[in-house]
């Protein structure tokens, strides 16, 4: 069973909205420069109907027994790689021999050990334990050797989600009411609003303690916008709120950063997001390390190395809570791998902010926090063709199966 072609394929549809608009936006490291920073970062949310065309990207591999696996939404950047680069190594080669393939585009990617290189090694790696799945028959997690769990627990993730006091408390109530009590809020705030910029943000956590039950577990996302001194104030303002971890306050590559702020904190430290491949991990692991390791399988190499980093992280005494940028390949790695090492799923509750799964036939749904563990074969990614107007591939003819 070879491969023949690793091809991009464009879904489009129409997506409808009714209700609250979540549009908070949230700090990012580039605010350091005043033009970039948005200039209302308190927003009320808006309600209303919208209606708007959405476009999507999926990469599919296909074989010489007609067989196929599939993976989406990819980003164009990481779909022209998986297809301008990386069909040289593989058209020809057994499309199950997953530890081969991956050997092959990782060690022919001269410059894609990182970043959207890998994004395009991880897009094809799932595609592959998609195909794997459909020509046997069987959930990818029972290939990997689950389940190991009857659900999988999730934690609510509300980037959008308005901070202003009225409307926090009322969104954070009603996802209470739906069940949820994991919360992840996004800081707005950081360096650049000085102390103003901290009062916000520990009036958002404060808030949230205030009026939620106590049980409820409270974590933080920086991403990756704060600098060393004012993480070490931040963080010790927020220590009374017992939040469950803060997620990358600082820029990945400030490993010795993270080193002394880990030393000098209580909160625990999550982080991995924006890291790749199991190299990467022991670097963090060796150097600032982490409480909370967030690799993403659609990014830091795909399952087949989704493996390899939970074995670095597991020995280095650290929880894998990954990151998600696509539910279903991230619910078939927490099935396949012990609680004891890999936790709960990041679940975006809010439809307007996430559209990933909006063309599926089966999205996933939470309820009550947690989540079913997919029975369908591969990864259970069917494009549902009554929710698309269209759908086409888009891959270069100039560049299927050939070598650059």
């Known amino acids: 069973m070879k491969i023949t072609a690793i091809k991009t394929i464009k879904v489009c549809g129409t997506l409808t909205f009714d209700g609250v608009r979540h549009g908070e936006p949230i700090g990012t490291p580039a605010h ?15 309600r209303g109907h919208r209606s708007f065309r959405h476009e999507q990207l999926w990469l ?20 022209f790689i998986a297809t301008t680069s990386l069909p040289r190594c593989l058209i020809g080669q057994d499309a199950l021999a997953h530890e081969r393939l991956w050997d092959l585009m990782y060690r022919t990617q ?25 020509v046997m028959n069987q959930p990818v997690h029972r ?7 009857p659900r999988i627990p999730a934690y609510a993730q509300t980037k959008g989600m308005s901070q202003h006091r009225e409307h926090l408390i009322e969104q954070s109530k009603a996802l209470v009411a739906d069940g949820w009590t994991r919360f992840k809020v996004f800081f707005n705030h950081g360096p650049s ?20 039950p106590e049980s409820v577990e409270l974590m933080v996302d920086a991403w990756r916008s704060w600098d060393l001194p004012y993480a070490l104030r931040m963080l010790d303002r927020l220590r009374p709120y017992r939040l469950s971890w803060v997620e990358e306050p600082l820029r990945p590559e400030l490993e010795d950063a993270y080193g002394r702020l880990r030393g000098s904190v209580s909160v625990p430290i999550a982080r991995g997001e924006h890291e790749y491949t199991r190299w990467g991990a022991a670097s963090v692991f060796h150097r600032g390390g982490a409480d909370v390791y967030q690799p993403d399988v659609m990014w830091c190499g795909g399952l087949t190395e989704m493996v390899k980093i939970t074995a670095v992280a597991s020995a280095a005494g650290a929880i894998i809570c990954p990151h998600t940028s696509l539910i279903k ?19 975006p509750v809010f439809a307007d902010t996430f559209h990933a799964e909006c063309f599926l036939a089966n999205p996933s749904m939470a309820g009550h926090g947690t989540l ?13 063709e009554d929710k698309i107007d269209s759908i086409d591939e888009v891959t270069d003819a100039a560049n299927k199966g050939t070598s650059p």
């Open 372 to 384: 079913e563990i997919p029975g369908e074969p591969g990864l259970g990614m069917e494009i549902d």
């Open 32 to 46: 350091v420069h005043e033009h970039l920073r948005p200039p209302h970062r308190l927003t009320s949310p808006k």
């Open 329 to 347: 390949p991230t619910l078939h790695y927490l099935a396949a791998t012990s609680p004891g090492e890999a936790s709960m799923l990041e679940y």
């Open 60 to 79: 599919r591999v296909e074989t010489d027994q007609a067989t196929f696996g599939q993976v989406g939404p990819v980003s164009p950047q990481a779909a």
């Open 193 to 212: 609003d000085g102390e103003a910029g901290m009062d916000v943000n520990e009036a958002t956590i404060r808030t949230l303690r205030e009026h939620l």
């Open 143 to 149: 290939l990997l050797g689950g389940p190991t769990r």
């Open 110 to 134: 001269a410059h894609g050990r990182t970043g959207l290189g890998m994004h395009a090694i991880s897009a094809v790696d799932c595609a592959l334990w998609d195909h794997k799945g459909r």
